[in-house]
């Protein structure tokens, strides 16, 4: 069994195939968090030690003992009043406006399966493939109940947690902050590794050692955010690609969050992750429940790369959901940067037909199909089809399209309104602006209030009468602004601070009713790019647009600090037009079509300015990916070099899980008089088999490969692409 509980002496074991992760309740009801970490066997209770904590207090419990402080013990879920001055995880504010709560050990239960989540996403699974393991903790005083959550799937060495909190009590409680997961280290030797970015320029890759005091990441924009992603790592110095213990924790929701590190007084290590505390107070009352939103965790003692490929495999096979979660999904074309706002139904269908010349699979038609939308300050909200400007109907241009041989695809914005809009001037309440104040505009446009259900089903409704007549099997879901004027004009004085969770549930109550409704369409998130790219959006979605930047170089760096909580599968990555609409930098057409294959890949562009020679390259780069688009997708991912480091190179690798075959590509970032010769290791290989590449014949050993490497081709020119398709000989794949 993954779970065990011994009764003789209260601990909890989790057990993986490769990780142990072990919590015990004392002799006063509390829960203490013990070992997280490479596989054990044996009760890990005696690395606690005890001693008398000057200033830090005692429960009362303990008596004359001052040696049991919890200003001093790893806990499995600390909260504010117990005597603990660290961050916590629970912040309860109680009838009588104290601040104060004391969770003790209550009951247990072990389940086969996976728990769920009502009305949140989360990870899921076979019975026979996890376990769930449910504590419940109790504040007597106020009668509420917290009932931690873990899931086990121990093939991915990965352990989920949530939380449900239960009012048991008489009056009500308000929840000031309800994070999901804390992790307690006994030590203080850890790095923390967090992706922090901007629009345009997303998830970069920031080491650095965890230090005394508090480090925070988090968003209080109403999204995961540009600026933070909600998946975090914490990594013994030292620790690298191939080896060193490594903690990943990935926060399963799309909106406000917050990650905090920790090194407290005695030089120990907290890790805690959830919600957003700051515009959040959620009010509970006799019987009601709150549902804390999921925590992936997942351990590696042999460095970052496998802790990746755990989180890559959990998402693809057991978070994704739908048609395309493991299935090849089409090649396609995007007019946005060929035409912009400024196109006919003539000129989409041109493009479509340059499509189907080069193999290409799918139009998608971007913003500016309905209302009067000629310019991005109008007509949010009105989802009527433009037929004046498409020349007739949508479901005459879909025809078109798919007559063609494409499949046909949509944009849309649905969590937004412009002030310009029939819907605005008909329900100037649903937009989000507070009273008496001047709403802040952000691309002139406001936000709708998805905590109403009656405005999701305005626009759910007004979506499906689109969908409903004409063939789309894909949607790009897009939103481009942050939520800064946080109001409902539904909710009462008391309940404005659970507005942006409400919203958020309303945002997957519309996508789940969507993705039934129309089980064949393929739903793209996407908010300014790579602004909501979070585990959330990828149970709704099986993949998310990376970034609006399509820079080839800057997509390099982009993809590189996604890869390390996200599978290659989830990123949307399109060959895009030079010199670059974002950067103005010039790249050859192989080299973005390298970078783009590291995705879900398209083209973002004018086809028929394309050259003769360009046109054949879109055609080699169709028939390549399509070849390659398994090993792509499911082979494990390696990173084998660092694009940020100084003259870096952009170098990574696709290799089988059998080690049969592997797909490497080195894109050059620097070139200098007189050069060095760089040398790429590869991974992932048969030591002792025997390797052809491909397009010269050559065979390598497995081991010198991974051993000694393989020189990277002099280069005459900048960002140059070479890559390598090495197959395992006598192997017919």
């Not at 829960?31 to 209770?45: A, C, E, F, I, S």
């Not at 003539?346 to 493009?351: A, M």
């Not at 409902?488 to 958020?504: D, H, I, N």
């Amino acid at each position: 069994m993954a779970v065990n509980y011994d009764e003789t002496t209260g601990i909890f074991t989790i057990q993986t195939e490769k990780s142990s992760y072990q919590m015990q309740v004392d002799r006063f009801g509390v829960l203490l968090h013990l070992y997280y970490g490479g596989r054990v066997n044996g009760p890990m209770d005696y690395l606690l030690t005890f001693a008398d904590r000057g200033f830090s207090g005692n429960l009362y419990d303990a008596g004359e003992d001052r040696t049991y402080s919890l200003d001093a013990l790893p806990q499995e879920y600390p909260c504010q009043g117990t005597g603990d001055f660290r961050s916590t995880c629970l912040v309860m504010e109680n009838f009588d406006g104290t601040i104060s709560c004391d969770l003790r050990y209550k009951s247990h239960r072990i389940s086969d399966g996976k728990y769920k989540l009502p009305g949140l996403p989360a990870v899921y699974a076979q019975e026979d493939e996890a376990q769930t393991l449910e504590i419940c903790l109790e504040d007597q005083a106020s009668g509420l109940e917290a009932v931690l959550l873990y899931g086990v799937l121990p093939k991915y060495d990965v352990i989920t947690r949530s939380v449900r909190f239960v009012n048991r009590g008489e009056k009500p409680v308000v929840l000031r902050r309800a994070s999901t997961a804390c992790l307690d280290f006994l030590g203080g030797e850890y790095d923390l590794l967090r992706f922090y970015g901007r629009h345009a320029m997303e998830r970069n890759l920031e080491r650095a050692p965890i230090s005394h005091g508090v480090t925070s990441i988090g968003s209080r924009r109403g999204a995961s955010s540009h600026q933070y992603n909600p998946f975090m790592i914490v990594a013994e110095k030292g620790t690298g690609e191939d080896f060193g213990r490594c903690y990943g924790m990935s926060f399963v929701y799309s909106g406000n969050f917050k990650g905090e590190a920790e090194l407290d007084q005695y030089g120990q290590t907290r890790i805690v992750l959830g919600l957003q505390d700051e515009l959040f107070a959620y009010r509970l009352k006799n019987g009601e429940e709150f549902y804390a939103p999921e925590v992936i965790l997942s351990y590696s003692g042999q460095g970052l790369a496998p802790l990746s490929q755990n989180f890559h495999k959990v998402i693809r096979h057991n978070l994704c959901r739908g048609t395309f979660k493991e299935s090849p999904r089409p090649i396609l074309v995007n007019n946005w940067e060929a035409t912009y706002l400024d196109f006919t139904g003539e000129k989409i269908c041109e493009i479509a037909r340059q499509a189907a010349e080069l193999g290409i699979e799918m139009l998608v038609l971007d913003d500016g199909w309905f209302g009067k939308r000629d310019s991005d300050s109008v007509s949010l909200g009105d989802w009527v089809v433009n037929e004046k400007k498409l020349g007739g109907p949508l479901s005459a241009i879909a025809d078109k399209v798919n007559a063609m041989g494409l499949k046909f695809g949509l944009w849309v914005e649905p969590e937004m309104i412009s002030e310009d809009s029939d819907l605005y001037r008909a329900h100037p309440d649903w937009a989000m602006v507070i009273p008496g104040r001047k709403p802040v505009r952000s691309r002139q446009q406001l936000v709708l209030d998805f905590s109403r259900e009656e405005v999701v089903d305005y626009i759910y409704d007004s979506l499906c009468r689109v969908l409903d007549h004409a063939n789309v099997e894909y949607l790009k879901w897009d939103m481009n602004r942050s939520i800064i004027d946080v109001y409902s004009a539904l909710a009462g004085r008391q309940s404005q601070g659970e507005v942006l969770y409400k919203y958020t549930l309303g945002l997957y109550r519309f996508l789940d009713r969507l993705g039934r409704r129309y089980p064949q369409m393929l739903i793209e998130g996407c908010c300014g790019g790579g602004g909501r790219f979070d585990a959330g959006m990828l149970y709704y979605g099986p993949q998310i647009w990376c970034s609006d930047n399509t820079d080839a170089i800057d997509r390099i760096r982009i993809q590189y600090g996604t890869s390390f909580g996200y599978p290659v599968s989830s990123m949307g990555s399109h060959v895009s037009a030079v010199p670059n609409h974002q950067t103005g930098r010039s790249v050859s057409f192989k080299t973005r079509g390298a970078v783009a294959m590291a995705g879900s890949f398209g083209y973002e562009l004018e086809l028929g300015k394309l050259t003769p020679e360009e046109k054949e390259e879109v055609k080699a780069q169709v028939r390549a990916y399509k070849r390659h688009w398994r090993l792509i997708q499911d082979g494990n991912y390696y990173r084998l070099s660092d694009p940020f480091a100084p003259d870096g190179l952009g170098a990574w690798e696709f290799a089988s899980e059998d080690g049969k075959e592997a797909l490497v590509t080195v894109v050059t970032l620097n070139t200098h008089g007189n050069p060095l010769t760089s040398y790429v290791r590869l991974k992932g290989l048969n030591p002792d088999g025997w390797y052809q590449e491909e397009s010269e014949g050559r065979m390598y050993q497995g081991s010198a490969l991974m051993e000694g490497g393989i020189p990277v081709p002099y280069s005459t020119d900048e960002y140059q692409t070479w890559q390598l398709y090495l197959r395992l000989r006598g192997e017919n794949i």
